[in-house]
């Protein structure tokens, strides 16, 4: 197997985990994965007295795909109602 030919093979991997990635049932289990994520660490933080919580979280659809969560600081009249 020539260069070439394990540069196609490779492109071809890549472009069947993009679109892959990029359907709309592995999107939403996704979502669902990093709010799970999101509301345990936020159960953790405010059991741990903290005054921060995840409070964004970001998809990116790359190669590798990413989850950025993005953490704010509360008011800790707020952090009471969370």
Do not use: H
Not at 20 to 47: C, G, P, W
Request: charged fraction near 30%.
């Amino acid at each position: 197997m020539g260069i070439l030919d394990k540069a196609k093979e490779l492109g071809d991997k890549v472009n069947e985990s993009v679109t892959a990635f990029s359907s709309d049932e592995v999107i939403a289990n996704t979502v669902i994965k990093a709010v799970e994520k999101q509301e345990k660490v936020n159960a953790i933080l405010k059991q741990k007295g903290c005054n921060y919580r995840v409070a964004d979280i970001d998809l990116g659809m790359g190669i590798p795909p990413s989850v950025t969560f993005g953490v704010r600081r509360v008011n800790e009249s707020e952090g009471s109602s969370e």
